[in-house]
DNA sequence: GCAAAAGTGTTGGAGATACACCCATGA
DNA sequence: TCATGGGTGTATCTCCAACACTTTTGC
């Protein structure tokens, strides 16, 4: 694309910062990685990528993530443009950070270590290269907030699920404990989230039931 | 700032983009302006300016936002990144939108007219000039969603205020009426406004008591 | 005296919270 | 038979919504 207009104005690196977070052994986690790149070489880093000049900021990040786990059609959030002059110590770069929510078990183990990737829990994070930790707090609080109101925690779990993890899915995301009760009370009466009959043998000797979640259910709520 | 490393990656204009929101004749507005640069010029459109080097994104937006009003020190929020390769007709640009609340009294009509600028109802927006339909949209939402539980609608007010002027602010932002009885209700068992003691004689016969913000009070909502 | 805005309480319903025990099964 | 996680109901409380009349005073 040619510069045709605004000639006269300067021109910025623009960078997509992937949060990407995952639930397993009860915890909530985010995906980092030891930074590749001089500055900040070795540091522990989100991964990111530029932008490309025909794409948009929600395709450089679902570009971003496609490379990084091999997974398509994520459900990315824009969390906000992180400008600060200094914030990275090579050259002024804008960047956009997404967060996004997989399932731990679709994402290729191999292609982790390939990356030498980590899953770190969400409340034992290192210190992270530039403001990665503010887009990392970011985007907590706004998984905390949107959790009840929209069906974000299913793309954490599996296609079938008990009710008893989708308690500790969203029990790791607030950070607190629920009454188990109260929690089966709201479930039941949300009508996107369906038993599916079949009983789930491997996490207790007495069995429960799995449940899944209808996308084509239009009213969401837990 | 040279650009020491990254430079095999591409770079782009970034702008911000403001929407300024205004509380007038007990209705919500925002200022608009015809376009001036090419292309679009004539266009209805939010005013904008790009980013400089040296400058981080909020600092740019407040540059823009004071150079057009005149006004400092206005609460700033980032709505969020737009970046669609067309986007912007001219040349690849990727916005950074900003919403600022003003108190339209402190802002100086000569200043409006000077730059051409109108105050449009909220609900009786023109056809804007690229995506800034979105962003408006986006930081009406975000306003309509903090508005219980941020100090926001303050900064469309002057410094004291009726409760009826406040219930005005609260309706215009939600786009509803509300009972009378139970706003009032609630502003009671908000120890952040409070009563100033001192009459205000102009809208009424009968007089109504002036209230304030206070801004050292922590604990906020409606 | 009347128009116009200010101010003021109560009730009912819905939804959230707190809380403790039995069930089914594999080892 | 016992250890483990699965599953269930009730009483209370808090918060929100609905609702109508009296007060003050300038004209």
Not at 59 to 82: E, H, K, P, S
Not at 168 to 190: A, H, P, T, W, Y
Request: hydrophobic share 35%; glycine share 8%; aromatic share 12%.
């Amino acid at each position: 694309m040619t510069q045709t207009y605004y000639s006269e104005y300067n021109q910025f690196f623009v960078s997509v910062d992937c949060i990407i977070f995952g639930f397993e052994n009860g915890k909530l986690h985010i995906l980092l990685g030891k930074r590749k790149l001089t500055p900040g070489r070795g540091l522990w880093s989100l991964y990111g990528g530029f932008v490309n000049p025909a794409e948009s900021l929600n395709a450089a990040a679902a570009r971003v993530l496609y490379d990084l786990t091999g997974l398509n059609g994520i459900y990315m959030r824009q969390v906000g443009a992180y400008g600060e002059p200094k914030r990275d110590p090579g050259s002024r770069v804008i960047s956009v950070a997404y967060c996004a929510l997989i399932n731990v078990a679709d994402y290729d183990e191999n292609l982790r270590r390939q990356y030498d990737l980590r899953w770190v829990e969400i409340d034992q994070l290192p210190t992270l290269y530039s403001d990665h930790e503010t887009m990392v707090k970011d985007s907590h609080e706004m998984l905390q907030k949107h959790i009840f109101t929209e069906p974000l925690c299913f793309s954490l779990l599996p296609e079938m699920f008990t009710l008893t993890q989708l308690q500790k899915v969203v029990e790791s995301i607030l950070g607190k404990e629920l009454d188990k009760r109260n929690f089966r009370k709201r479930i039941k009466q949300c009508p996107a989230i369906v038993g599916t009959g079949i009983i789930d043998k491997s996490s207790s000797r007495r069995g429960a039931l799995l449940y899944s979640y209808d996308s084509s259910c239009t009213d969401f709520h837990l």
